[in-house]
């Protein structure tokens, strides 16, 4: 009997807010049905990579009442097991890349490779994403910097003609745009017009967050690599049970979600909308990506290397026994403005870690602030980012 009534008052509290959450009519919506519902032109690009995988882009280049003219490019990139949705899910322009439209951008959003959105190849026979165990998840985030990065922005940059983009990354977004400054900085010199960076993330030394130490600890990440599941658990095929979750249990999700990112004393997420958002997430990635993560958590040496194949696929892969060291010292040569927002009570970035960050970068071109009460997904996801954060970015970039 005790545990019957513990059960049903565990319940009883995480989806106490059921009434107050509706149907949402925009889950029944197409993608560009969600978008031009609030007035903006949409359209779908297919970019290759050199590597074979074929990422979508999503441009927003207008109003859709609005004449067609020459407009300044900003690109989105998303973070780990995250997605371009990720930016979209609120209502109109309390949406960042929506803000940016109606200031008079071309705002174009990304997709990495292996996410919900990304999953085509050019080989779609021998590289199949819809296989947990196939090569083709054989990819980390130095994948990703090397190949998605100046993917997405030559292509841009082609069809706009536009000689610079600027840039506005979130999280492993913002990790992909310095480890490609690392190995190639006059390449982000002469592509990068601004730079705005939410929950940088480099060094990963300090992470506070327990459920990041936790799935370190318990050494998960190498487990599912070891065991031949490259996919993290096929997760973005579980989007419509996270959906119907969220639809009835509200509470328990944003409880995981801030246990995952960072508890903040003011609940900054529309939790109403979740049953949209969670069509779309997680986003998904490969189980090595998570793994390389893991292997920086762990480097002794405060160094970012690429990702350890251990002895003999070091040798295979690099004809060394470690893998290689990237270039931090390079990042003193970037000659663009750059923006860095940090929150309080992010769970994955630390104040420490951030601070080596800021300290590798040229101190004539960084700006950069710390927000109360943010954890590591609400300067995306916080229902008062457009007030808190946004015009400042606005701000920035004109």
């Known amino acids: 009997m005790r545990v019957f009534l513990i059960s049903l008052i565990t319940v009883f509290y995480f989806s106490y807010a059921i009434p107050l959450y509706s149907p949402d009519n925009d889950t029944q919506k197409t993608l560009p049905e969600y978008i031009m519902s609030y007035g903006y032109s949409f359209e779908e690009h297919k970019v290759p990579t050199p590597d074979g995988y074929i990422l979508t882009l999503w441009r927003i280049p207008k109003k859709i009442k609005e004449p067609r003219k020459k407009r300044q490019p900003v690109l989105f990139l998303h973070g780990l097991l995250d997605n371009g949705f990720t930016w979209l899910y609120k209502e109109g322009s309390l949406n960042l890349p929506i803000m940016l439209v109606d200031e008079g951008y071309d705002v174009w959003i ?92 480099l060094f990963v030394k300090n992470v506070p967050g327990l459920f990041e130490k936790l799935l370190n600890h318990l050494r998960i990440p190498d487990i599912l690599y070891k065991i031949g599941l490259k996919n993290i658990g096929l997760l973005p ?128 071109r960084v700006k950069y602030e710390y927000v109360d009460d943010y954890g590591h997904l609400d300067y995306v996801w916080a229902n008062n980012a457009h007030i808190t954060i946004y015009p400042k970015i606005v701000e920035f970039l004109s």
């Open 110 to 201: 990304g997709n990495n490779r292996g996410t919900l959105h990304s999953k085509e190849h050019m080989n779609p026979v021998e590289y199949k994403w819809s296989n947990p165990s196939n090569k083709y998840w054989d990819f980390s985030v130095d994948h990703m910097a090397a190949f998605d990065i100046p993917s997405m922005i030559d292509y841009i940059c082609d069809l706009t003609t536009y000689d610079k983009i600027d840039y506005i990354g979130h999280s492993q977004g913002t990790t992909e745009l310095f480890i490609h400054a690392m190995t190639n900085p006059e390449y982000v010199n002469s592509r990068i017009r601004r730079y705005v960076a939410l929950g940088a993330v």
């Open 237 to 364: 095929a579980l989007t419509p049970f996270f959906s119907f979750i969220s639809k009835y249990f509200p509470r328990f999700i944003e409880i995981v979600v801030t246990t995952i990112t960072g508890y903040t004393k003011r609940r900054n997420f529309d939790n109403a909308r979740f049953p949209l958002l969670f069509l779309h997430e997680p986003g998904g990635s490969s189980s090595q990506n998570l793994f390389h993560w893991m292997q920086l958590m762990r480097n002794e040496e405060h160094v970012i290397t690429k990702f350890d194949f251990g002895l003999e696929g070091n040798l295979k892969h690099y004809k060394n026994r470690y893998p290689p060291k990237y270039n931090v010292k390079a990042l003193k040569d970037l000659n663009f403005p750059i923006y860095m927002f940090a929150g309080k009570k992010d769970a994955i970035v630390s104040p420490k870690d951030f601070e080596d960050l800021v300290a590798v970068l040229p101190k004539d």
